[in-house]
């Protein structure tokens, strides 16, 4: 069981930029591909960014591809999702996933394990 803790979500203005953090803890000795998803109001999950647990794959959604940069430290057990140039679209919860295994995927019914979410909201 790996448990998930999402941070640094806040309120920044169109332009700006965040760091989202995931620290996860528990049975971190196994393989984990891990992903960022999102979900704004009255809309579905969707994908955000996922890599590969030793990080040489990276895949990211259209909409956030140039501006998002996924990472992860694994001395740290922690994932980092860089966000840049944020649009009010971008406003969202965003949550850490975690999935058994070596590899990096985009579908989220893939994932084994949920963080609790993190607020980002992007003012115009």
């Known amino acids: 069981q790996v448990q998930l803790v999402e941070s640094g979500g806040g309120l920044v203005q169109a332009g700006g930029s965040l760091r989202l953090s995931c620290v996860a803890s528990?049975?971190?000795?196994?393989?984990?591909?891990m992903g960022w998803f999102r979900q704004a109001p009255g809309k579905e999950r969707e994908f955000v960014a996922a890599?590969?647990?030793?990080?040489?794959?990276?895949y990211y959604a259209d909409s956030v591809e140039g501006r998002f940069a996924i990472s992860r430290d694994n001395a740290k057990n922690t994932v980092r999702l860089q966000m840049n140039s944020l649009k009010p679209e971008d406003t969202a919860v965003y949550y850490c996933?975690?999935?058994?295994?070596?590899?990096?995927?985009?579908?989220?019914?893939?994932?084994?394990?949920w963080g609790q979410g993190t607020q980002v909201t992007v003012s115009s």
């Open positions: 890599i590969s647990q030793i990080g040489s794959t990276t």
């Open positions: 996933a975690a999935r058994n295994g070596l590899l990096a995927a985009t579908e989220i019914n893939k994932y084994d394990y």
């Open positions: 528990g049975r971190t000795s196994s393989s984990y591909g």
